[in-house]
């Protein structure tokens, strides 16, 4: 059975700080990894990961892949109140029929 | 762009009650899926659709009933709830399905079955 754990799976910092959420896989047959946000509602695309050791950016967010070890980290420097949310990792495994499976999320909270 | 909207936003049911998630989309997408998710869990897939008039179970189709008649809509039916049904429930949109696509979500719908 495909697996993604995510640790940790709560996460309290001050505003500045920097986090690194982590996110392992078991699959069979790996095809691509994807962060998201969750704030209330939908989740929202963050990064996609396909090759190892290939750093993904935006802003100050950034995350990286380890297809050898699998797991890959998102990394938020000077957390803001707003990077408050749930982070969810999800692979996508397979051959001819997909599969995507996601992990618990991790819930960060940035306090002021 | 409107993107993937679902109606209602919340709803609150009676055990054996029935009703219909509405779920549609405007970026002309193939894929279309029912996810639902429990609190500190993961999301679950219920039922997915590649195309109008095809859809497939996912991890938890049990209570569940889905249909797709055009590209746009992918309305998901329960017909006895049941309070383990008691969920956020997403509906989600991608343009295919090659193990390398992002998907798109709705805002949730928030369903209580007392």
């Known amino acids: 059975e495909d697996k993604v754990v995510q640790s940790p799976l709560s996460l309290v910092v001050h505003e500045g700080d920097t986090v690194t959420l982590n996110c392992s896989y078991e699959v069979t047959n790996f095809r691509s990894l994807l962060w998201y946000k969750q704030e209330k509602k939908a989740p929202t695309f963050l990064f996609m990961l396909?090759?190892?050791?290939i750093e993904k950016k935006s802003g100050r967010l950034s995350s990286i892949l380890d297809k050898k070890e699998l797991f890959s980290i998102l990394n938020i420097t000077a957390t803001q109140t707003g990077d408050s949310a749930v982070y969810l990792c999800a692979v996508w495994s397979g051959g001819s029929n997909y599969k995507l499976t996601f992990g618990k999320g991790t819930l960060l909270t940035v306090n002021p | 762009n409107a993107g993937v909207t679902q109606t209602p936003k919340f709803r609150i049911l009676k055990i054996g009650q029935s009703m219909t998630l509405q779920c549609t989309q405007d970026m002309n997408h193939n894929y279309m899926y029912w996810y639902r998710q429990d609190p500190g869990m993961g999301l679950k897939l219920i039922y997915y659709?590649?195309?109008?008039?095809?859809?497939d179970k996912g991890e938890v189709p049990n209570g569940y009933n889905v249909s797709r008649s055009t590209t746009e809509d992918f309305p998901l039916r329960l017909e006895l709830a049941a309070p383990s049904q008691t969920s956020v429930y997403f509906c989600?949109?991608?343009?295919?399905?090659?193990?390398?696509?992002?998907?798109?979500f709705g805002s949730g719908t928030q369903l209580s079955v007392l």
């Open positions: 659709s590649v195309g109008a008039g095809i859809t």
């Open positions: 396909t090759s190892s050791g």
């Open positions: 989600a949109s991608s343009y295919s399905q090659g193990g390398g696509e992002k998907l798109f």
